[in-house]
């Protein structure tokens, strides 16, 4: 007698198990933090990290209710609006961050350390070092210069010398001592009517918020990479599952449900912000997008390469924050010149700040269209390069990733009133319209077969989702009851917990302990920054890191999608899974992550 056949519910657990574990599962067991061959005291500051950053994130999710339930302490300036009991809390987030930053130094490369330690001095000397008439006391500037030369005996005596766990709390010490310094001068400041310690918060977090822009970038891109990883998996567990007449069924509701999506996208389209000037440019970037995606492959085709569809949010990992870095690194001098200047207005006497005539804001934003070509057209080399290589799937990304770096410095050509013209709905509706042409051609050339159906599905499911991407976001905004921090909240997160394989390998100038510091004092910095941003709720007087996570979505998440879209389209028989073996003549990957102790992604540029 034949045996019954399952269940829709044994059928369908297994699947979204599956589904679960290739999208969260495994990027978070590929991408943490592992403890491999750590030196002692190594896993107590990871610890001590992980609830600083899990303290940073409290402040942000409560920073609602602080707001209400106390008084804003305006400043000197009388325009910071910060809650009076975080002052103590950032005040030590800020100092744990610059204490790993440093620590983190040590033993890196010279120009990193140097870094660093004059990023370190520059932050505690603004905070607590102070002429004698400002702070009380003569005694006081003494003090502060003997912490701060102590911190630099200390980096010249344990340079390059193994790790060791008291250096943290040798650095957090000193630093948190110059913080108390600046406190108790402030007392003296108050007396006078004068407090500036908000003043002081606002720079510790514009020094360090412009130090963390890049990784606000690629916290942007978190959501579109979640959607990504979403659609591949349920795909290709469906491509496994699926039989007989199950993939054209599945195509032909996925077909209705985006349909339905898109009319009311359409009916919804600002004419002003989505109209003809930025449907037309969407459609040109739509063809170049798909001429240099597909060149990419045909030139990755000759060392017998094909990407790897799962493998794409892996290389945007990898390649983002190097891409941010570069984008922000060039004019970092004038966007610090721009945090710093208000605050030597604010102390300035004589009015020379005040009655300068130079402009770093607008000279910052000339610089924004050039950057942006020049390392579009660097990226774009880089993709040829890995493309003449047989990487397939690092050459994708990194050319959608310059295809739109390039695109969005139209106004190089067009002048400086030109738009943008790069709006991601756009986009994605084009995109839309380009796989159902593509399906309608398959199916009148009788080419339609379930790997295909199935395919098709999945390209329009990452349409979909990424047309609804917000789901995330938009929900922690509502219960923020703040939307900048939304974005930037889940990105952090998930890259924290995904993104920090580079942790986990080795080199003779990144050791594992220099990695793994270097990975925590970035995410908690950027949480801190994050959280004294969510609680001054004020953009004119801090640093707000959303609208950079923004531009990462519009820069990374788009080229994800369209690398998706590009590596799902170009695979004759479909299937988005087990990608072709690498040849051995292609050349090992630097930028593999290993899980021992060989070199993995590598360090900073």
């Known amino acids: 007698m034949a045996e019954p056949r399952p269940g829709v519910a044994a059928r369908v657990v297994p699947y979204v198990r599956a589904v679960a574990r290739q999208t969260v599962v495994a990027p978070v067991r590929e991408g943490r933090i592992r403890e491999d061959a750590w030196p002692y005291g190594l896993r107590a500051v990871v610890l001590l990290a992980y609830l600083t950053f899990l303290l940073a994130g409290v402040l942000v999710v409560a920073s609602g209710p602080i707001r209400r339930a106390s008084v804003l302490d305006a400043g000197a300036s009388g325009g910071v609006g910060l809650p ?22 040590l033993r890196a490369p ?45 980096v010249v005596v344990r340079s390059r010398r193994p790790f060791a766990w008291w250096e943290l709390g040798a650095v957090w010490a000193i630093s948190g001592a110059c913080l108390v310094v600046g406190l108790v001068e402030n007392r003296y400041a108050v007396e006078f009517g004068s407090d500036q310690v908000p003043l002081l918060l606002q720079y510790l977090a514009a020094i360090l918020g412009y130090l963390v822009l890049p990784t606000a970038m690629v916290a942007g891109a978190a959501v579109a990479e979640v959607c990504l990883r979403l659609t591949v998996s349920a795909t290709e567990q469906a491509q496994r599952v699926a039989r007989h007449w199950v993939p054209y069924a599945v195509l032909g509701v996925v077909v209705l449900v985006r349909a339905v999506q898109v009319v009311r996208q359409v009916l919804t389209l600002d004419p002003v912000r989505q109209g003809w000037d930025v449907v037309v440019p969407s459609l040109l970037l739509v063809g170049l997008l798909a001429v240099v995606g597909v060149g990419l492959l045909a030139v990755a ?11 794409l949010g892996d290389e945007l990992t990898v390649i983002a924050l190097p891409v941010g870095a570069a984008l922000i690194v060039v004019n970092l001098p004038l966007q610090l010149a721009v945090g710093v200047l208000p605050l030597v207005a604010a102390l300035d006497t004589t009015g020379a700040v005040t009655g300068s005539d130079v402009d770093a804001a607008a000279l910052v934003g000339r610089l924004v269209d050039p950057i942006r070509a020049v390392v579009g057209l660097a990226v774009l080399v880089l993709a040829l390069r890995a493309a003449r290589r047989g990487r397939a799937t690092r050459a994708l990304v990194l050319g959608m990733v310059g295809v739109m770096l390039v695109s969005l410095a139209r106004g190089l050509v067009q002048g400086p009133e030109a738009r943008a013209g790069v709006d991601p709905d756009v986009l994605n509706l084009v995109a839309t319209a380009v796989v159902l042409v593509g399906g309608v051609v398959q199916l009148v050339r009788r080419r339609l077969t379930r790997p295909r159906a199935l395919a098709l599905a999945g390209a329009l499911t990452l349409c979909a989702l990424f047309s609804g991407r917000d789901f995330i976001s938009d929900p ?41 510091l270097l990975v925590l004092a970035n995410s908690v910095t950027t949480m801190s920054v994050l959280a004294f941003a969510a609680l001054v709720r004020d953009g004119s007087t801090t640093i707000y890191l959303d609208p950079y996570a923004e531009l990462g979505d519009l820069v990374f998440g788009t080229a994800l999608l369209a690398a998706g879209l590009v590596a799902v389209l170009a695979r004759p028989s479909g299937e988005l899974a087990t990608p072709a073996p690498t040849p051995a003549s292609v050349p090992p990957d630097p930028y593999a992550v290993s899980s021992g102790s060989s070199t993995s ?5």
């Open 476 to 516: 922690v905004g509502a219960l923020l009851g703040f939307s900048g921090a939304a974005l930037v909240l889940f990105g952090l997160v998930w890259d924290l917990f995904t993104g920090s394989g580079w942790a986990n390998g080795a080199s003779r100038r990144f050791a594992r302990p220099t990695r793994v």
């Open 110 to 154: 010279w120009w990193l350390r140097l870094l660093a330690l004059l990023v370190v001095l520059a932050a505690l000397a603004a905070w607590s070092l102070r002429t004698p008439g400002t702070s009380g006391s003569v005694w006081w500037p003494l003090v502060v210069l003997a912490l701060l030369a102590g911190l630099v005996v200390l």
């Open 301 to 311: 085709r000759r060392r017998s390469a094909r990407p790897d569809v799962d493998g």
């Open 601 to 605: 992604q590598p360090g900073p540029a």
């Open 84 to 105: 009076e009991p975080a002052v103590w809390m950032l005040a030590t987030l800020f100092s744990f961050g610059l204490s790993l930053l440093l620590t983190a130094g």
